[in-house]
């Protein structure tokens, strides 16, 4: 489970509660109307925009901001490491048996056992992470959808109520209490879009970079494999996807 992504959410929530707690009315922040504008509103034009399969896979995507902690590229360099040695001296063969948990090195590995050629290996391996990256961008997409619907159906929220108040001008002491239910809508958008949707949306672009960075060392890697490399050079040709500090630390 991705900590930070918790805290992030639940801190932002408590905060804005105790804020509106300690405010003293706490009722006159709940107002079913104006959620149903911008709840539904913002669900609404989401589904227009994306189909009903892509709406459903965006929550596998967005369980990846909560609970998918992505394997720290130095874990995969010294696995590749390992892997070159083993090759290196018992042949690229025996790798066929070396147990291995991540899917896509164990799928490099085994095009590499198998005798494919590298420009086929290199081919295929490249044309998943692209096919990986659209369906993240998908996802991406589908929450900075939501999170730039949420504030405009705040924002139509409000003059619907605003439309109402100037509608019974005949009564002042209405118009306070009024104005203050238009504005909720906004406040509502707000919340939506800027501690839920918009987080989460770049959340999950972090977690595809990180994901594109592993996958891209081990299409590296498999290649340097291949082509026999000194383990240690191909050490240090893939510390150099790292950032200096991490390759100082390996």
């Known amino acids: 489970m991705d900590i930070g992504t918790v805290v992030g959410l639940v801190s932002g929530l408590v ?4 804020a509106i707690v300690l405010g003293g009315d706490v009722m006159g922040f709940v107002d079913v109307p104006s959620v ?3 709840v539904g509103g913002s669900m609404g034009a989401t589904f227009i925009r994306f189909t009903l399969g892509d709406l459903i896979n965006s929550i596998n995507v967005a369980m990846k901001a909560f609970f998918v902690k992505v394997q720290p590229p130095e874990d995969i360099i ?3 490491v390992t892997l070159s040695n083993i090759a290196r001296k018992e042949g690229l063969l025996k790798l066929e048996k070396q147990p291995i948990n991540d899917e896509f090195l164990k799928k490099a590995i085994m095009y590499c056992v198998d ?3 590298a ?3 290199q081919e295929v391996l490249d044309k998943e992470i692209d096919l990986t990256l659209e369906r993240h961008d998908l996802g991406q997409g589908i929450f900075r959808s939501l999170g730039d619907a949420a504030p405009a159906f705040g924002m139509i929220g409000t003059l619907i109520g605003l439309v109402k108040m100037l509608g019974n ?3 002042p002491a209405s118009i306070g209490p009024s104005m203050a239910v238009a504005l909720l809508t906004t406040l509502y958008g707000a919340i939506i879009a800027n501690l839920m949707a918009l987080p989460i949306a770049d959340k999950l672009r972090r977690r595809s ?3 594109e960075l592993n996958k891209r ?3 590296e890697g498999v290649l340097g494999l291949q082509k026999g490399l000194n383990p240690r050079v191909l050490e240090e040709l893939l510390k150099t996807f790292l950032p200096p500090k991490q390759r100082e630390g390996e």
């Open 15 to 18: 905060l804005i509660l105790s």
């Open 36 to 38: 149903l504008i911008v």
């Open 78 to 80: 010294r696995e590749l």
């Open 115 to 117: 005798g494919h050629d």
């Open 119 to 121: 420009e086929f290996i």
């Open 169 to 171: 001008m005949k009564d």
């Open 209 to 211: 970079q990180e994901e």
């Open 217 to 219: 060392l081990v299409v």
